[in-house]
């Protein structure tokens, strides 16, 4: 992903309060970017919904299922 491209996606996060830029102390030419304290209450909130959501999915598959699941995904990524 270009520099640019970066940029255009951060932008709507860091209008919306989600995340921070901050200077890089080692290169002053790039800025850092951070979870303000709203994108990290929101990332936590998110994150208990997904583990539910998750739970649930995989509750309903056998041992040797969710192997292959886990085999499988280990391919894709």
Do not use: C, W
């Amino acid at each position: 992903m270009s520099a640019s491209g970066v940029t255009r996606l951060l932008m709507p996060m860091e209008k919306n309060g989600l995340i921070e830029k901050v200077r890089n102390p080692r290169d002053s030419r790039q800025s850092l970017v951070r979870l303000s304290d709203t994108g990290q209450r929101l990332f936590e909130e998110a994150s208990v919904s997904f583990a539910h959501i998750t739970g649930d999915l995989v509750s309903q598959l056998s041992q040797s299922q969710q192997e292959i699941v886990v085999k499988l995904y280990t391919k894709v990524v």
